[in-house]
């Protein structure tokens, strides 16, 4: 059974950095499309950022580009969002979300798509 474990969240200033981290186990995690979701209090699960299995593709939500970078490194099998220059609307539970897939260069932004999630982890950017 896939096992997702998230972590690296807490409470920063506006303008701060974190890298959340998503530690896999159960499966091939080199055959597993990844995602990162947010969701605030009251809200619905919003999407932030996707990779492809091998890492070769990335997606990231309009409010996030150029400033968070998602990663898989195979070797920990674990998955990454460092995020730069945070501001208090990136404030939220983040969920790392996974599926398996046989094609190499597939994503997906619906969290409906992705049957593996952790169990969230909190961000806080306030001043």
């Known amino acids: 059974q896939v096992h997702l474990v998230d972590g690296g969240g807490g409470l920063v200033q506006p303008g701060a950095s974190l890298r959340l981290s998503c530690a896999f186990s159960g499966g091939y995690f080199n055959g597993y499309a990844m995602a990162w979701f947010r969701q605030a209090p009251g809200k619905e699960r919003e999407f932030v950022a996707a990779?492809?299995?091998?890492?070769?593709?990335?997606l990231y939500a309009d409010s996030v580009k150029g400033r968070f970078t998602i990663s898989k490194n195979g070797a920990e099998d674990t998955m990454y969002l460092q995020m730069y220059s945070l501001k208090p609307e990136n404030t939220g539970v983040y969920y790392c979300?996974?599926?398996?897939?046989?094609?190499?260069?597939?994503?997906?932004?619906?969290?409906?798509?992705?049957?593996?999630w952790g169990q969230g982890t909190q961000v806080t950017v306030s001043s």
């Open positions: 990779i492809s299995r091998t890492s070769g593709d990335t």
């Open positions: 979300e996974g599926r398996t897939t046989q094609r190499n260069n597939v994503y997906y932004s619906r969290p409906e798509s992705y049957p593996y």
